[in-house]
Structure formats: structure tokens, C-alpha cells
């Protein structure tokens, strides 16, 4: 496995020498063992620690005023949007719960709609004739005077 020395990490990292240096003394940097006066440094944990720092400007440091001015324009830019996209995503979430609540009026009132339906067709059902196709020709012939004088058989 390859191993970085202090001043190779110091360049892949594009720090000082003193800056990883301080990593190391300060427990942010790990190395492997120490050989001499070098360090033994992994890439993985260099990459890690790369990762992990944050870099910072000095105060006196000099910030052209054309990137200050940029910046700020897509600042509020960006902020614009994203208010504009939390109000449309407001919308859209009203509407969604609009319409959960209209789904389930409609879900209960088919529900509704099916148990009257159940109770229309029993009652149908105590309705229908049931008797045999014979009786109900016997049921159909005249009597009487019309139906010259036969009687009803049962």
C-alpha cells in the first residue's frame, strides 16, 4: 500500500507543510506509523480529512468587490425561488389534501349507495312471485261468468 510522506500530502492537499503538520499533532489527521522524522500518511484518511475541513478566509483577507456583489445577487435570487417554490409546494399540498378529503366523501358515499342497493334488492326479492309457471297460468284464467263458469283449481 502507498503511503504518503508529509510534504506529498502538504502538496496533494494544497496546504502547507505546517498546516498537515498541525493536523496531525492535533489529532483531525491520522498517520500510520512514524518512520524516523516522517510521517507515513494514507490517501484514504487524507482524503477523508480534505473532506471534512472547512476552509476559511482571514478577515484582512482582500474580497474583490464584484464577487461580494455577485454573490449577494444570487443570494437573494435563489432565496426569491425558493420562497416561490415554498408557496407553490403549499399549494400543491392544499390541493392534495383537498382532495384526499373529497375522495373519501366519495368513498362513503358509495358505501352508502351499496348497502341501500342491498336493502332494495332483498326487498325485491320479497316481492317476486314465486310461484310455479303453472300457478301462475291458473292465476291468469278468468272466472266467473267470463271464464264460463269453470272454477279455479288450486
Given at each position: 500500500?502507498t503511503?504518503?510522506?508529509?510534504?506529498?500530502?502538504?502538496?496533494?492537499?494544497?496546504?502547507?507543510?505546517?498546516?498537515?503538520?498541525?493536523?496531525?499533532?492535533s489529532?483531525?489527521?491520522?498517520?500510520?506509523?512514524?518512520?524516523?522524522?516522517?510521517?507515513?500518511?494514507?490517501?484514504?484518511?487524507?482524503?477523508?480529512?480534505?473532506?471534512?475541513?472547512?476552509?476559511?478566509?482571514?478577515e484582512?483577507?482582500?474580497?474583490?468587490q464584484?464577487?461580494?456583489?455577485?454573490?449577494?445577487?444570487?443570494?437573494?435570487?435563489?432565496?426569491?425561488?425558493?420562497?416561490?417554490?415554498?408557496?407553490?409546494?403549499?399549494?400543491?399540498?392544499?390541493?392534495?389534501?383537498?382532495?384526499?378529503?373529497?375522495?373519501d366523501?366519495?368513498?362513503?358515499?358509495?358505501?352508502?349507495?351499496?348497502?341501500?342497493?342491498?336493502?332494495?334488492?332483498a326487498?325485491?326479492?320479497l316481492?317476486e312471485?314465486?310461484?310455479?309457471e303453472?300457478?301462475?297460468?291458473?292465476?291468469?284464467?278468468?272466472?266467473?261468468?267470463?271464464?264460463?263458469?269453470?272454477?279455479?283449481?288450486?
Amino acid at each position: 500500500m502507498t503511503f504518503y510522506t508529509l510534504g506529498q500530502a502538504a502538496k496533494q492537499a494544497d496546504v502547507a507543510k505546517s498546516t498537515i503538520h498541525k493536523a496531525l499533532k492535533s489529532g483531525d489527521l491520522s498517520a500510520h506509523d512514524r518512520v524516523g522524522t516522517s510521517y507515513r500518511i494514507d490517501p484514504a484518511e487524507l482524503q477523508r480529512w480534505m473532506s471534512t475541513r472547512r476552509v476559511e478566509l482571514p478577515e484582512n483577507a482582500p474580497v474583490k468587490q464584484s464577487e461580494t456583489t455577485a454573490n449577494a445577487l444570487d443570494a437573494i435570487r435563489l432565496r426569491a425561488e425558493l420562497d416561490g417554490l415554498q408557496r407553490l409546494l403549499g399549494e400543491v399540498e392544499r390541493q392534495r389534501d383537498d382532495l384526499r378529503e373529497d375522495r373519501d366523501q366519495w368513498r362513503d358515499q358509495f358505501a352508502e349507495m351499496q348497502k341501500r342497493l342491498a336493502a332494495e334488492q332483498a326487498n325485491v326479492r320479497l316481492i317476486e312471485d314465486r310461484r310455479s309457471e303453472a300457478e301462475k297460468k291458473a292465476a291468469e284464467r278468468p272466472t266467473g261468468l267470463f271464464g264460463w263458469f269453470g272454477k279455479r283449481s288450486a
